[in-house]
């Protein structure tokens, strides 16, 4: 985390990304509020993946899950993993951790694509995307869970923040940003 500070420093702002800030504001000891994960077959669906920098269509592995809360979504993995076991296993993992994230940043995301790949997150168009091979480096980091949290604020407050007045002001008062990324 250090150098990730240092980095940012030069530029003006104390962090490069905030998701890089605490690595303990989830972990993977907290509780999930993920009540059910199942497997509801394949479908062909638009995902966005990164490997490609575009959407494409393709016949996704799909599960239906719902949380404790009443929050519902479908996960659509890729059909790259092989199998429906591999997939499950994968639609697993990540539906724990966003049981773990806040309902307000659940409440719109109602599509998890997981894709294999080091791209980074992406969040958006209530969805989430997910490439588990840099999930491997978030893991390492300690931030995986801090990143689905970064990523979900997108679906969850961009689209009825990004234009409104009182943000847009709050912007243009703002000398310092915390991060770049954020700048």
């Given amino acids: 985390m250090f150098l990730f500070f240092n980095l940012s420093l030069a ?6 990304i905030t998701a890089y800030i605490d690595s303990t504001v989830i972990t993977h000891s907290d509780v999930s509020s993920l009540q059910s994960l199942v497997y509801s077959g394949q479908g062909m669906n ?6 490609v920098d575009d959407w494409t269509y393709i016949n996704t592995y799909l599960f239906d899950i719902t949380y404790d809360d ?3 979504a479908q996960i659509q993995v890729n059909p790259e993993f092989g199998s429906v076991a591999v997939a499950t296993s994968e639609a697993q993992k990540y539906g724990f951790i966003m049981g ?3 309902a307000c940043l659940r409440i719109e995301v109602n599509k998890i694509w997981i894709h294999q790949g080091t791209e980074s997150f992406g969040g ?3 969805a989430v995307l997910i490439h588990t091979g840099q999930s491997a480096v978030y893991e390492a ?3 995986l869970e801090e990143v689905l949290y970064h990523e979900t604020t997108h679906s969850a407050l961009d689209l009825g923040h990004v234009t409104s007045t009182g943000w847009l002001n709050a912007q243009n ?7 770049t990324y954020c700048r």
């Fill in 124 to 126: 958006g168009f209530n």
């Fill in 141 to 143: 980091l300690g931030i």
């Fill in 46 to 51: 638009w995902v966005f993946d990164r490997r």
């Fill in 70 to 72: 009443g929050i519902a």
């Fill in 11 to 16: 530029k003006g702002q104390p962090y490069t």
């Fill in 100 to 102: 773990q994230l806040p």
């Fill in 173 to 179: 008062s703002d000398s310092g940003f915390i991060s």
